[in-house]
Nanobody, 123 residues
Framework: QVQLAESGGGLVQAGASLRLSCAAS????????SGWFRQAPGKEREFVAV????????NYANSVKGRFTISRDNVKNTMYLQMNSLKPEDTAVYYC????????????????WGQGTQVTVSS
């Protein structure tokens, strides 16, 4: 099984940057697509970004295009979300997810979830 653990969240001011990490257990992470979701209080969980198992295919929500970059290191079993030019509306709990099918990452019907890391952006 794949166990995921997010880290790197925190409290920053608008315009700042954060890099979130998602560490996966085991040696099979390279066979999984993975991605990031976020959920703010009172709102539905929304898709943020996804990356395929080789790292050659990525997709982003329109709200983060040009500001966020998803990447992965299969040797280290770690996925990253570089978040630049943060805005107050980016405030949410960010979750990483993994699944053998990239389509399930996009729809949120994934097999594995992390527990989330809080990102708060003040203005």
């Amino acid at each position: 099984q794949v166990q995921l653990a997010e880290s790197g969240g925190g409290l920053v001011q608008a315009g700042a940057s954060l890099r979130l990490s998602c560490a996966a257990s085991g040696r099979t992470f390279g066979n999984y697509a993975s991605g990031w979701f976020r959920q703010a209080p009172g709102k539905e969980r929304e898709f943020v970004a996804v990356i395929n198992w080789t790292g050659g295919i990525t997709n982003y929500a329109n709200s983060v295009k040009g500001r966020f970059t998803i990447s992965r290191d299969n040797v280290k079993n770690t996925m990253y979300l570089q978040m630049n030019s943060l805005k107050p509306e980016d405030t949410a709990v960010y979750y990483c997810a993994a699944d053998p099918l990239i389509s399930r990452i996009k729809t949120g019907t994934v097999g594995y979830w992390g527990q989330g890391t809080q990102v708060t952006v003040s203005s």
